[in-house]
């Protein structure tokens, strides 16, 4: 038995052998075309791309104040070239390097005790067969993500304050009342757990639709084995949904640093600085507060290629062990 290929098409007035001769449309008239024929679709993404552009990417200009002399009034881009004046100035400030260990710790603490419960908790609501208790569960659980950071703020005041609930069972448990708020070595402990009661059921949501595309024969067929649910667990929805897990890990290695400003701002004192001032509220204070723009520059670029640094790490640590990456 023979083997043909389909001969190409050929346009209404040439012929068989004139037709392979025409040209191929490029790559800039495919984009026109495709441009042309979606351009609702494409114009949707111009407002979010001129939001970036205006305050993420410009902005980045002025990074070059870390190496000027910045004086209110003058340049927007400093008046005299100073090099790494602020950064060694930052590398030998105590205060510096207190509040990065600061910074360090919260961001450990935050990925290692978040990071893993949305996955814990998917795996659970993906056992669950009742169908009404199962919404329930997520609604409750990823209601917190959609409140402002001052609302949540206000609850972990209300709720560790002398008179709130958190004192109220000491009490009856036969405890004193405890000033949380005013305590460093409480403020890691409640900043961490407002983080898991914020964000793990948004999370959650992530790995439940990650959970979704394995198939089920995979699961008839481990049955028909023998494999009972923890062993399906192990050998195939974690490894289904390890993909999602290496991206959002990535994500989350790159956000190690920059420990959320607006709750570590709203939530700490002078009392608590030991433990809750962090790099972006000590950049706050150096910046805005006392007026140093230049040196809170040199320590706020410091701290992006920090992020920089651990995002790449990261990604090729996560290709060559697991072959799931960004790029």
Do not use: C
């Amino acid at each position: 038995m023979s083997l043909r290929t389909a001969a190409p098409p050929v346009a209404l007035g040439e012929t068989a052998d004139d037709a392979p001769l025409r040209p191929r449309p490029g790559r800039r008239e495919g984009w026109a075309r495709a441009l042309r024929k979606d351009w609702r679709l494409y114009s949707l993404a111009v407002l979010p791309l001129l939001f970036f552009l205006i305050f993420k990417y410009v902005p980045m200009a002025g990074a070059v104040i870390a190496f000027r002399r910045f004086q209110p009034g003058g340049s927007i881009f400093g008046e005299e070239w100073v090099g790494l004046y602020y950064v060694e100035r930052f590398i030998q400030d105590p205060k510096f390097w207190d509040t990065f260990a600061n910074t360090a710790i919260i961001g450990a603490l935050t990925l290692v005790v978040v990071f893993p419960l949305p996955v814990v908790l998917a795996l659970m609501l993906n056992e669950v067969r009742v169908r009404w208790f199962k919404k329930a569960v997520q609604t409750v659980s990823y209601l917190p993500h959609f409140m402002s950071v001052v609302i949540v703020a206000g609850f972990v005041f209300e709720l560790t304050s002398l008179d709130g609930t958190v004192n109220k069972i000491v009490e009856a448990l036969g405890g004193d009342p405890v000033s949380f708020m005013q305590r460093a070595e409480w403020f890691r402990t409640i900043y961490v757990s407002s983080e898991v009661w914020q964000t793990v059921g948004w999370g959650t949501i992530l790995y439940l639709a990650a959970l979704t595309t394995i198939d089920e024969q995979l699961y008839e067929a481990s049955r028909i084995d023998g494999a009972n649910r923890w062993k399906q667990t192990w050998h195939i929805t974690l490894p289904g949904i390890r993909p999602t897990m290496m991206v959002l890990l990535i994500l989350n290695v790159g956000q190690f640093m920059a420990v959320g400003f607006e709750k570590v701002f709203l939530l700490y004192n002078p009392l608590t600085y030991p433990t809750a001032d962090v790099l972006s509220t000590y950049v706050y204070r150096v910046g805005l507060t006392s007026g140093q723009l230049s040196y809170a520059t040199a320590i706020g670029l410091f701290e992006a290629l920090i992020g920089l640094v651990l995002v790449f790490a990261a990604n090729a640590i996560s290709r060559r062990i697991t072959g799931s990456s960004l790029w």
